[in-house]
């Protein structure tokens, strides 16, 4: 930000459908945070079997492990140094970096977040995806729901 002061997102993704199901941008998070973060995600778009992630302390904390314990979903950790075993992600958040971050000195969190929720609308909605059949992840899921 323009003051110097760091902040943090949290990307979370469908790795099915590479739909970007939240992006949250806050100081700093804590695994509780991120719990809440996922029971939001989980009920707006249903549990999933595991949760891929690096070993972030938020990721690492006994709160999160047990949290994904009692609800019944295994953490695959990535070995630090090898983002291909979260090629998705990376991915995302290169593209991310390069048309957010990189592009706006920002003056505040909220403008941070305004930003952030527009690009998330339009990499889900509007941008193409090779992998995807060159349609948005939101096509794409729509298109795999009707044929389900």
Known sequence: MECGRKFRVLNIMDDSDKVAVSQEVSMS??????IKTLENVIWLNGKPKNIRCDS????ISKDFQEWCKGNDISILYTLP?????????ERFNGSYRRTVLDTYIFRSIEEVKRVTQEWNCYYNNERP???LNNI???????KRCDTQ
């Open 29 to 34: 998070f804590s695994a509780r945070r991120v």
């Open 56 to 59: 972030s302390p938020e990721f």
């Open 81 to 89: 140094g090898c983002p291909t075993q979260n090629g998705y992600i």
């Open 129 to 131: 995806h090779e992998s």
């Open 136 to 142: 948005s992840p939101m096509e794409y899921r729509a």
